[in-house]
């Protein structure tokens, strides 16, 4: 059974920065397809980041150039290193795995299936 555990949102100002951590069980990373989401109140769910391999990443316009998304395989854990936070980056954050096959690394991407979900961690930017 796959378990996902986030951690390391809180309250920023805008400017500020967070990581999150996302500890990972039932499940080895190295090869598999892990993605962070985040939704707002009244909003819809939206991809932020992916990452396969270590090295096929994949992220959300908004947040190009501001998040980093990261994965240390011996800890089993997915990151998400958050700079220039902005208030509207305030949300509920998801770490989430996609148990499909991945034969190119493109494959894995903010439109992928992901089907396990963490319990989510809140992160809230004032101006």
């Known amino acids: 059974q796959v378990q996902l555990v986030e951690s390391g949102g809180g309250s920023v100002q805008a400017g500020g920065s967070l990581g999150l951590s996302c500890a990972v069980s039932?499940?080895?990373?190295?090869?598999?397809?892990m993605g962070w989401f985040r939704q707002a109140p009244g909003k819809e769910r939206e991809g932020v980041a992916s990452?396969?391999?270590?090295?096929?990443?994949n992220y959300a316009d908004s947040v190009k150039g501001r998040f980093t998304i990261s994965q240390d395989n011996a800890k089993n854990t997915v990151y998400l290193q958050m700079n220039s936070l902005k208030p509207e980056d305030t949300a509920m954050y998801y770490c989430?795995?996609?148990?499909?096959?991945?034969?190119?690394?493109?494959?894995?991407?903010?439109?992928?299936?992901?089907?396990?979900w963490g319990q989510g961690t809140q992160v809230t930017v004032s101006s």
């Open positions: 039932g499940v080895t990373i190295y090869k598999a397809c």
């Open positions: 990452i396969y391999g270590g090295g096929w990443n």
């Open positions: 989430a795995y996609s148990s499909r096959p991945v034969w190119n690394g493109r494959d894995c991407n903010l439109r992928s299936d992901f089907g396990s």
